[in-house]
């Protein structure tokens, strides 16, 4: 079983400040994780996603996640925000070995703050 | 490419009534997941198709049903509609299939709202 905790629901932050988002993970057996984006009214995006290999991962729009697995976390940053960057924000989870449903977090939703 | 397509956009039933939502994946995608999102109880997986088979199930009640036609379009049917039931219905494609390495794209959602 597997299972995604995102720390604060709503994460206020000044333009050009620093974004962290923070999600830890429960899973049984080596996790992939994705972090989503979604923007009102629309469906979500991926913006990234960690399987396996290199624990740092780019996404788009200039963010980023580091796996760590000794914290069970997957923390999504930005170094610098953007107004646009202000979406709801979801951390996902599924486990490695066949074809595994995916479980969502709560969502954080990011306001920038200008 | 054209993206995951979801009709109707927005749709309102009373309680007691049934609704069929419909999602065309991208082309060339075979997997079709469906999902429900709600405010109190955020995303929840309800279903995943693959080549015409269900392959995975979350905890819906039987009311919630689907299927995948031999296109890949797909269709949840939700029988006698419950006050609860109003969420935004999201459904994703995916090449291969929902989690693992396959990106999952999603549709803009349908907005369901029981009365």
């Known amino acids: 079983a597997q299972s995604v905790t995102q720390l604060g629901s709503h994460v206020s932050v000044s333009e050009g400040a620093l974004v962290l988002l923070r999600c830890n993970y429960s899973?049984?057996?080596?996790?992939?994780l994705f972090w989503y984006v979604q923007y009102p009214n629309q469906g979500l995006q991926l913006l990234l996603k960690y399987t396996t290999g290199a624990t740092l991962v780019k996404g788009i729009n200039g963010f980023e996640a580091e796996f760590k697995k000794s914290e069970t976390s997957f923390h999504l940053t930005k170094p610098s925000a953007h107004m646009s960057d202000a979406a709801e924000y979801f951390c996902?989870?599924?486990?490695?070995?066949?074809?595994?449903?995916?479980?969502f977090g709560t969502g954080t939703k990011l306001q920038v703050i200008p | 490419k054209a993206g995951v397509t979801q009709t109707p956009r927005y749709l309102i039933k009373t309680r007691g009534q049934q609704v069929t939502l419909s999602c065309s994946p991208i082309?060339?995608?075979?997997?079709v997941s469906w999902y429900q999102q709600t405010p109190g109880q955020g995303l929840q997986f309800l279903f995943e198709y693959f080549s015409e088979t269900q392959r995975n199930k979350g905890n819906f009640p039987g009311r919630f049903s689907g299927r995948q036609f031999s296109n890949s379009r797909s269709e949840m049917n939700v029988s006698t509609l419950e006050l609860g039931d109003s969420a935004l219905y999201l459904c994703?494609?995916?090449?291969f299939g929902s989690g693992n390495t396959d990106t999952q794209y999603f549709g803009p959602g349908t907005r369901l709202t029981v009365l």
């Open positions: 994703a494609s995916s090449e």
């Open positions: 082309s060339g995608h075979r997997s």
């Open positions: 899973s049984s057996v080596p996790p992939y």
């Open positions: 996902a989870v599924s486990l490695s070995g066949g074809y595994q449903k995916v479980t």
